[in-house]
Structures are given as structure tokens and as C-alpha cells.
């Protein structure tokens, strides 16, 4: 399904005038530092901003923001906001493109990163660059969002800042307390501790010790941390080609690790707040917000959460996604433009992170002024201490690199290494074969 729309993207949006790529450096930042811009309101204007918000207590949080937007600086400044629920993220996603093509889309939305790439094969994604930059209405605190968060929004194949982080999540190694203060374990801190510790997990339970949501994010995390490169925005998979060698190693880790016995898939759980939270596995890596839902499954289980293991300090790395937020202008009104942009502003302030992160959505602080709070330090000494993990490795974070060209986009990329490492950590696959099934799939020659 995802394939057929990004199709139909193309097909229908790119007919569409695109402003062309450049690279990166110096003289074109400055260029988008100059760029003009509308910088007041002369009519009133009403945003439409879409988003994918189901849970009640984040809508809550949500509508509450919007409404104290219109009565503060959409007041002062003729903007009034509408929000609208448009269904899950892939929902949401499929009804910008069709509003996108219909000329009548959001003027503020949610959407992931990917999803952002795609539409940046129109002309009609609004460059935030020179308002963030902008002397009279620039955010003079963009440097306290985390550098591997903000960076997430330029790192797209066209020039320029297309998207800010707003609702943000990482990886954590879960551990069972218990079970390792039981049998003297050290909780590990790099990959030689982590195996040697699922070995003696291993010797003591006869099963699997460990195991990772997230296969494709493993794979990711892993050929970072071991000096490779996974893919970038202009769409280059450097694992499959300059960095095979990284990638085969990352594999045949999998592999060697699952047939010994002391590794393991989700597999039919999917996910391993389950058999975690019912003590089948001492240990695993998964998304933090997971740590909402194992206490719903097992309230009496001392656990706690750990920074992801490392190979190394120079290669540390640990991946973060969440809602990107982005603004659309089909209309090509300049004071739309920047209507949008003081809702962004305004949804990715301290303030507005404190009351998300602060509410029990489980999402993660954005910014190092929210971290250092009282309200957020008092909110993770009263039963939040488990966020402490993932918000120590912000200096590693990094996103997975969204593009979308000719031949592939990064969630056809995502699904084929998924069917990779399934095909080596649950079907005994070769790495090498895997691999170079992968790319047939992904068209490398």
C-alpha cells in the first residue's frame, strides 16, 4: 500500500514545478537567510491544521495548545487555528496527497519524515529557514532543540528547513531488575557485554535473553555504530554498496547470535513489551514509549531502562523518530506562509513540549530547557525515572534519512531491509544471499 501511494504521488504531484536540489554549504545558508519574507498579517487568516492524535490525554493536551495559541499570538496576531483529526499517520498521510492534488491542503500538519519527502516533489512545502533565521520573528532558542532532532528537518534531498520534531521518541534497553540483581548481572554497556551477558542469561533460563522491536532500526543503529553508512537524503544506500562490508557483519551478528540460541525475533509478538512484561526475556530494545504499557501488563515487575549499548564513543548512535511537523501553502499566499510558521513556532516551544511530554503521551523532551525544568525533573522523580535513559543519549540520536527518487524511497528501502533481516534472523538465510536479495528489490545492480 505504501508503494502504491508514494505511485500515485508521483505520478500525480510531480507534474507539479519543484524547485531544484542544491548542496549544502555555507553560501547557500546564507542565501536562505536573506530570502524575503512576510513577516505581519493584514487580514485575519484561519489555519487548518491536521494531525493523527487519537490518544485522549495527548488530544487533550493538543486541543488545549491550539486553543491557547488563538487566544495569545493567534489573537495579537490575526491567525486563528482550526484542528482536525484525519486518522492514523499513514490516513493522514494519504489524505494530504489527495488534498495536496486537489490544491486544498492543510495549512499545518503532522507527518513523519518520509512522508515530508514526499511532499517536497511539490513546490508547495514551506521553507521555515529564513523565519527560524528572521531578526523580528525567529526562534532565538532553535539552538536548545537537540542538534540530532533540528538537523532532521534540513536533511531532505531539497535545500532548506521543511519540517521541525514536535512529539519525539528513542530506543532504550528495557532490563528486568530483578532477574539480574537475582543472578549478579551488570546491565551492558556495549555490544561484547551485551552478548556476553545473553551467554550466561542463556546458561541460567535455556532461552533467548535478548531480542529488538525494531529489526530495521536495529540494522540502522548497528552499521552506525560500526563505522558504516545506512542511506542518506539524496537516496545513496551506501550499505549495499561502499559499506556491503558493515552491512554483512550487522547480518551475520543476527545470525550467529539466533542460532545460538540466545538471541531472538518479536517474531508473532511483534513487539516484546509482552513476553517482557511476563518474564520470558530479561531484556530487549524498544521504543520508550513502550515503557507505557508494561506496567498495564504486569504491574508487580521491577524493571527499569538503560542507554542502548554501544561499539564505541566515536560511533555512538541511537536512533529517535516521532511527528515531524511541517506546513503546506498551495495557495501561495505570503501571509499564509508565515501564519503556519508561528503555529509551528508555537506548538515546538519549551512550553508547549513541557505540557506534552509532562501529560503521560510518553513522548520525549525536544529540548534541553525542558530536561532541565523543575516541572519535567519533579514529573520523572514522581514514577518517570524510566525516561532518564532515553533523554541521556540525545547527543547520539539520529533519524532515519527520508527520500524519495526515481528508482526507490526510504520506506521501500525500510521494508526490504526488514524482509533481509527476517529472512537471516528467522529463516537461517545467508547474509550474503539476504543481501543480495535486497538489492534486486531495492534495483542495485
Known amino acids: 500500500m505504501a508503494k502504491k501511494i508514494v505511485s500515485l504521488l508521483l505520478a500525480g504531484v510531480m507534474v507539479l514545478s519543484m524547485t531544484a536540489c542544491g548542496s549544502k554549504g555555507e553560501e547557500e545558508t546564507k542565501k536562505q537567510e536573506k530570502t524575503e519574507i512576510v513577516t505581519e498579517i493584514s487580514e ?4 487548518q491544521y491536521w494531525h493523527s492524535i487519537s490518544n485522549p490525554i495527548h488530544l487533550e493536551v493538543l486541543e488545549n495548545l491550539v486553543e491557547e495559541f488563538n487566544e495569545t499570538v493567534g489573537k495579537e496576531k490575526n491567525i486563528s487555528v482550526v484542528p482536525t483529526f484525519n486518522g492514523s499517520s499513514a490516513d493522514l498521510y494519504s489524505n494530504v496527497i489527495a488534498a495536496i492534488k486537489a490544491g486544498t491542503a492543510p495549512d499545518v500538519t503532522l507527518a513523519l519524515r518520509p512522508y515530508v ?13 529564513p523565519y527560524i533565521a528572521d531578526e523580528k520573528v525567529g526562534m532565538s532558542d532553535f539552538d536548545d532543540i537537540f542538534e540530532g532532532l533540528s538537523d532532521g528537518g534540513s536533511n531532505y534531498a531539497k535545500e532548506g528547513m521543511y519540517s521541525l520534531p514536535i ?3 528513542s530506543e532504550v534497553l528495557y532490563y528486568n531488575v530483578d532477574f539480574f540483581n537475582e543472578n549478579k548481572l551488570s546491565v551492558p554497556k556495549t555490544w561484547d557485554e551485551l552478548i556476553a551477558t545473553s551467554k550466561k542469561i542463556h546458561e541460567i533460563t535455556g532461552a533467548p535473553a535478548f531480542g529488538w522491536d525494531n529489526l530495521v ?45 540466545i538471541w531472538r525475533t518479536a ?22 514509549v513502550e515503557a507505557g504499557y508494561i506496567p498495564n501488563k504486569n504491574p508487580d515487575l521491577n524493571w527499569a531502562t538503560a542507554p542502548v549499548p554501544q561499539v564505541s564513543e566515536d560511533t555512538a548512535a541511537n536512533l529517535s523518530a516521532g511527528h515531524v511537523i511541517t506546513a503546506l501553502n498551495t495557495t501561495g499566499d505570503p501571509e499564509r506562509a508565515y501564519a503556519s510558521y508561528e503555529l509551528i513556532k508555537f506548538m515546538t516551544s519549551k512550553e508547549a513540549n513541557l505540557a506534552v511530554v509532562t501529560a503521560g503521551t510518553g513522548y520525549l523532551p525536544i529540548r534541553q530547557t525542558v530536561v532541565d525544568s523543575e516541572e519535567y525533573q519533579n514529573y520523572v522523580k514522581d514514577g518517570h525515572d524510566f525516561l532518564t535513559a532515553a533523554v541521556d543519549q540525545s547527543d547520539k540520536y539520529f ?45 542495485i545492480q
Open 44 to 47: 485575519p487568516i484561519e489555519l
Open 117 to 129: 519527502a514526499d511532499y517536497l516533489q511539490t513546490e508547495y512545502v514551506v521553507d521555515l529557514a
Open 167 to 169: 512529539h519525539s521518541y
Open 217 to 261: 532500526g536495529s540494522f540502522m543503529t548497528l552499521v552506525k555504530q560500526y563505522g558504516g553508512r545506512y542511506t542518506d537524503q539524496d537516496g545513496n544506500i551506501y550499505f549495499a554498496k561502499e559499506d556491503e562490508d558493515v552491512a554483512l557483519k550487522v547480518l551475520n551478528l543476527w545470525k550467529d547470535n539466533v542460532e545460538a540460541g
Open 267 to 288: 517474531g508473532e509478538d511483534m513487539f516484546f513489551s509482552g513476553p517482557f512484561a511476563n518474564e520470558q526475556i530479561p531484556m530487549y530494545i524498544g521504543d520508550s
Open 399 to 443: 533519524y532515519e534519512p527520508a527520500f524519495t527518487n526515481e528508482i526507490t524511497t526510504s520506506s521501500a528501502v525500510n521494508g526490504a531491509v526488514k524482509i533481509m533481516m527476517q529472512e537471516v534472523a528467522e529463516n537461517k538465510v545467508d547474509a550474503e544471499t539476504a543481501l543480495n536479495n535486497l538489492k534486486q528489490t531495492v534495483g
